[in-house]
């Protein structure tokens, strides 16, 4: 194979990780909101606490009815909405985050032995259209290990987490703010010239 053959082979192996971690990520942020809900709701008194109560469970546990993870997100996007509507299930952001899902799910649950290596995934059709890799002659696996897919997992649990603020009213995490000294994390990241120039600033005081 030509040297420049093989520059054209994608050897970032992270990008499995980091597709996990962007989902598992987004995850998480439902699951705090879940979990700050169920402890005021202990300390309600309200004549529907018990049926409340019961239906955060479910939620934070992922039971029926909300075993699936599309039908999960979407009653959560429901319960916060102060008007009880929710997402729309054909937006953007939705379809990107169950497309992300999926692909998730293939590479955490992936069998060699089970999967030929010319067959994609049905599955997997819209994580590759939404992603918009530029497919190799190569199984699914190896095209799926290129940086434009962390690029677009990272967009993706983004895209879905500042949906929910705008639906929900919640605190929008990405916001930049200097209160008590905190940045956004991905703002001090991308912008190390601020860490350099303000860094004895924002240290608290001896």
Sequence with gaps: MAADDRSRWPGHFYVVPAVVMY????????????AFSRHRL?????????????????????EKPFG???????EIYRLYDPKGIGLDPNCEQY?????????????????????????????LEQALHRSKIQVMNAGWVTNFLRVEVADWAHATARAAVELFTQ???????????????????EYVRSNPAYMDSSRDAKLPPN
């Excluded at 699936?68 to 979407?74: A, G, L, N, P, R």
């Excluded at 639906?167 to 956004?184: R, S, V």
């Design 95 to 123: 379809q990107n985050l169950i497309a992300l899902k999926e692909l998730r799910n293939s590479v955490i649950h992936y069998n060699a032995a089970f999967i030929e290596h010319a067959v994609w995934p049905a599955r």
């Design 23 to 34: 989902t598992a990520a987004f995850e998480a942020f439902l699951q705090e909101h879940l």
């Design 167 to 185: 639906i929900t009213g919640a605190e929008n995490p990405f916001t930049i703010t200097d209160a008590e000294g905190m940045l956004n994390w």
């Design 68 to 74: 699936d993870f599309k039908d999960w997100v979407k």
């Design 42 to 62: 202990e300390r309600s008194d309200a004549p529907s606490q018990a049926v409340d109560l019961e239906r955060i469970d479910a939620l934070k546990m992922q």
